[in-house]
């Protein structure tokens, strides 16, 4: 980060938890951010100063096993339980991550379009279609629709 840092510069880490509000944290010199990368939807918005910072990831044997990445049954069963306890089961769970390109679809599409300069269209093009097939199996739609009903209801 950088110790001249003030309001205008950008640079802010965004970070939020799953169907949760949003957090944007402003890059002050010696700040730390530690999250769970797989767990935390995040980004760092466009910054009009040189910034400098220093991302370290941590990966280990028990991280992306199958059952961190893929949806089964069990987990579609969830569309039959209450909202809110779905959202506690995908805010706690990697699982969020097959679910979070297209409940959080236009913030996504965004921060495509504010961080890859030229190559943003054809990225939101592949996002779009990869949000368009996840849409297209009913019960996914169904979750992801809910999922986006309990955002726009939260306070």
Same mark, same amino acid.
């Given at each position: 980060?950088?110790?001249?840092?003030?309001?205008?510069?950008?640079g802010?880490?965004e970070?939020?938890p799953?169907?949760?509000?949003? *957090?944007?944290?402003?890059?002050?010199?010696?700040?730390?951010?530690?999250?769970?990368?797989?767990?935390?939807?995040?980004? =760092?918005?466009?910054?009009?100063? #040189?910034?400098?910072?220093?991302t370290?990831?941590?990966?280990? *044997?028990?991280?992306?096993?199958?059952?961190?990445?893929?949806?089964?049954?069990?987990?579609?069963?969830?569309?039959?339980? #209450?909202?809110?306890?779905?959202?506690?089961?995908?805010?706690? /769970? #990697?699982l +969020?991550?097959?679910? *979070?390109?297209? =409940?959080? +679809?236009?913030e996504?599409?965004?921060?495509?379009?504010e961080?890859?300069? +030229?190559?943003? #269209?054809?990225? =939101?093009?592949?996002?779009? *279609?990869?949000? /368009?097939a996840?849409q297209?199996?009913? /019960?996914?739609?169904?979750? =992801?629709?809910?999922?986006?009903?309990?955002?726009?209801?939260?306070?």
């Open positions: 980060m950088y110790s001249s840092w003030k309001s205008g510069d950008g802010e880490l970070v939020t799953f169907c949760g509000k949003m *957090a944007r944290i402003e890059p002050l010199h010696s700040r730390m951010a530690i999250f769970h990368s797989d767990r935390m939807l995040h980004r =760092v918005l466009p910054s009009i100063k #040189p910034r400098y910072c220093f370290i990831w941590i990966d280990g *044997a028990n991280v992306n096993s199958d059952n961190d990445v893929f949806l089964k049954a069990k987990h579609l069963a969830l569309l039959q339980r #209450p909202t809110n306890e779905m959202v506690e089961f995908f805010r706690n /769970s #990697p +969020q991550r097959l679910l *979070a390109r297209a =409940v959080y +679809q236009d996504y599409a965004k921060s495509l379009l961080c890859q300069g +030229q190559g943003a #269209p054809c990225m =939101v093009d592949s996002h779009n *279609a990869n949000v /368009s996840l297209h199996d009913k /019960s996914l739609g169904d979750m =992801v629709n809910r999922l986006q009903e309990y955002i726009r209801k939260t306070p």
